[in-house]
């Protein structure tokens, strides 16, 4: 069974970097036509999609975050990571990473692992 962990700081300085990390058990993220992901979900928002990363290493982003994310691999250590540059107070959200066989969809539905999210803050 496929397993997610992420993890990270609980707590980001704004105008810093946010760095988070999922650790995949159960399966390899090189496994052909996997798709692993981020979401976060803000209070009084739905759950955002953020961006992505194929099987083979393609990167897919949120149009509306592109500018500020960085998804990347570490396939000796079957995780991948989300940066997010320039923190503000509203990028305050609990942070979700997925995976699933869908392609790079922007639906959660779409993903059949997830992990259980990690809470990180952004202070005024």
Known sequence: QVRL????????????????????????????????????????KGLEWMGAIAYEGTKYYSPFLQNRTSISRYTTKNQFSLQLSSVTPEDTAVYYCAGGLNGSSNVPDDYQYWGQGTQVAVPS
């Open 5 to 44: 962990q992420a993890s990270g700081p609980g707590s980001v300085k704004p105008s810093q970097t946010l760095s988070l990390t999922c650790t995949v058990s159960g399966g390899s993220i090189t496994t052909n036509y996997y798709y692993w992901t981020w979401f976060r979900l803000s209070p009084g």
